[in-house]
């Protein structure tokens, strides 16, 4: 396989740090192909501006959009932006390697996505959104590191469920782009028990070795919904997959019946 | 009041310029005082390296978090940053202006919060977490813009319910540090539509002027979890409170009988 990783940390002696090398390390080995962007050490530029465009449709007031649009019928994308998006295309697989700072992905990630998950070349333009995205076919797998405990982000926990937290990136940004979720890898406790630290990197070796056997998580296919864009309600069952894709407790008869 | 206005947008004539102003008009016709950090204008760096810190505690690896604790103990701080956090501490209710950007915020902010909200400031240290947080008594209001229809953001609807997208934010960030977070404020549709734009400014001015009085959304306070930070069951129960504050329809006697 074709494996892009997307690798997050100002400290290269970091946890990220190592499993973005125990990544490229063990998939080397199985004979994959690797590309990776170290976007800090690439210092690569999180802002969106007008000057991502080498050439604007409209000078006056900036639709940072209607531009990516253009600049995808134009191509008119600045050199960094364009590396990127040819990553993207090559890969099978993409993975985002990162540490949870404040639920969410650090700002140079978030810059990354800003800029280079395109109007025009990832959804939207000749592609639609959702399974019609322009990353369809492509798989997507997060990897990010937590210094809290398991138990924090479980339903009832005080920072509410992982699957909660990681919606918006997980639907919002990488389903929305046509790709296929696979249920993420999620490193807990890292800060204070090294214990915990050895631990992800033997059980993140045994998701990579797993790596092309994995389901991904189910989400629902444009198919799903009305015209209106409401689930129809012969698929809400479906909801319920969710979470047994997402390595959760599966269904037993008996909740299988009340829903 | 002491309003902080945190404004993101890179087109001082977008829609999130307008609704910027708006708020600077209306609250000062108001007789509030009013400060504004229009990022995009500040050129604000987004980046959280170890150029952050006067001095650093660990030279050799950098450990972002415990350098942002011994920079608030010897106020190692960056200008910067010391003036965000200035800003904070002044302000009384804190607005976040901005385009939702991949069902999140935009990079620039997210780099402002992994800068300025700094651990042994606005959380950890002396502080706890949550309820006990460093911004303890202060308020906040997301005022954030939509391209797409209100629909998609309905508990059925395709990109999900917009609780569900703004949680990591409003429980995970704003809530975390102790605010009390306000219903968000959210103007959808705004890209094609040039009446709902006017329609927003309108609703948004309303909403401004019923600022003082409006309810905080319901989040769980420390008390309500046991040692485990799991959430009690006997306060399970007021897990649905949080769709009345939220603006969501009520519950009816039926409905709270079941639960």
């Keep these: ?5 997307v690798y997050v940390h100002p400290e290269p002696r970091s946890l990220n740090g190592a499993l973005k090398d125990l990544a490229l390390r063990t998939l080397q080995n199985q004979g994959h192909q690797i590309q990776v962007s170290d976007l800090y050490a690439m210092q690569f530029n999180a802002l ?4 991502d465009f080498l050439a604007l449709q409209c000078e006056d007031v900036l639709h940072y959009m209607a531009e ?33 700072w404040w639920f969410s ?11 280079v998950f ?14 019609q995205g322009g990353l369809r076919g492509k798989k997507a797998l997060l990897s990010v590191t937590s210094g809290t405990r398991a138990t924090m982000y479980s339903p009832t926990g005080l920072n509410g469920d992982i699957e909660r937290i990681l919606y918006p990136i997980q639907h919002g940004i990488l389903y929305f782009v046509g790709m296929q979720v696979l249920p993420p890898f999620v490193a807990y406790n890292v800060i204070h028990d090294a214990q915990a630290r050895e631990q992800a990197l033997r059980d993140y070796e045994q998701r990579l070795l797993a790596l092309e056997a ?3 998580i189910f989400y629902h296919p444009l198919s799903h919904y009305d015209e209106h864009r409401q689930l129809r309600p012969e698929f809400a069952r479906a909801e319920y997959e969710l979470h047994v894709f997402a390595g959760k407790e599966a269904s037993n008869d008996e909740t299988d019946k009340e829903i």
Excluded: C, N, S
């Design 214 to 216: 994995t389901e991904p």
């Design 1 to 5: 396989m074709k494996v892009f990783i």
């Design 48 to 51: 969106a501006t007008r000057a």
């Design 118 to 131: 395109a109007m025009g070349v990832v959804y939207g333009g000749k592609f639609g959104i959702y399974d």
């Design 68 to 100: 990516q649009l253009h600049a995808a019928e134009t191509l008119a994308f600045t050199q960094d932006i364009r590396e990127e998006l040819e990553k993207l295309r090559w890969a099978e697989v993409v993975i985002f390697q990162f540490p949870l």
């Design 105 to 115: 992905m650090p700002a140079l990630l978030k810059g990354w996505i800003d800029r």
